[in-house]
C-alpha cells in the first residue's frame, strides 16, 4: 500500500510525513499508530471531528487548518480549533482549492492566510501576531531535519 510506504520513508528519512485525508481515518491511525513513536506528521487541510482529531493527537500529529476548516458551526469550530495544543497547530490556505467563504475570487490563493489566521486567533483569544509567531515556530520544529 502507498501509504505504508510514504510512512516507511517518513521514518527512514527522518522527515515528517504530511497526511491528506478525507475519509478512511480508522485505517491511517492503526497504521500510524504501528509506526510507533518518533514519526513526525501533519494532519493537512484536516476537516474531521474532534474526535478523530483527539486520536491524531494522541499520536503526536501536528494538525493543519486550512479556510474551509470555517464553513463548521461556530461551537464545532471553536472546540476542534481549541483542542489543538498551540505546539502543534498549523494553518494554510491549500490553494487554489478550498476556498473559505469569505474569498470571494474564483481561485483560493496565498494572502488569504492572514484572514485565515485572524479567525483561528480570534477563536484561541490571541493576536495574530503571536499566533503566526507560534505557528511558525510549530513549522520550523516540524520540517527540520532532526538527524
Given at each position: 500500500m502507498a501509504f505504508q510506504w510514504q510512512i516507511d520513508l517518513a521514518k527512514e528519512a527522518d522527515l515528517p510525513l504530511i497526511v491528506h485525508l478525507v475519509g478512511h481515518y480508522e485505517l491511517a491511525e492503526r497504521m500510524l499508530r504501528a509506526a510507533g513513536s518518533g514519526l513526525r506528521f501533519v494532519m493537512h487541510s484536516f476537516a474531521g471531528s474532534y474526535?478523530?482529531?483527539?486520536?491524531?493527537?494522541?499520536?503526536?500529529?501536528?494538525?493543519?487548518?486550512?479556510?474551509?476548516?470555517?464553513?463548521?458551526?461556530?461551537?464545532?469550530?471553536?472546540?476542534?480549533?481549541?483542542?489543538?495544543?498551540?505546539?502543534?497547530?498549523?494553518?494554510?490556505?491549500?490553494?487554489p482549492d478550498q476556498r473559505p467563504d469569505f474569498w470571494r475570487q474564483e481561485h483560493n490563493e496565498p494572502v488569504a492566510l492572514r484572514q485565515i489566521g485572524q479567525c483561528f486567533a480570534d477563536i484561541r483569544h490571541t493576536s495574530l501576531e503571536e499566533l503566526s509567531h507560534k505557528m511558525y515556530n510549530n513549522c520550523n520544529l516540524l520540517f527540520a531535519k532532526k538527524s
Open positions: 474526535e478523530v482529531a483527539d486520536r491524531f493527537l494522541e499520536l503526536g500529529a501536528h494538525i493543519s487548518f486550512s479556510g474551509s476548516v470555517l464553513r463548521k458551526k461556530t461551537e464545532v469550530l471553536e472546540r476542534l480549533v481549541n483542542l489543538v495544543p498551540q505546539n502543534r497547530l498549523l494553518c494554510e490556505t491549500d490553494s
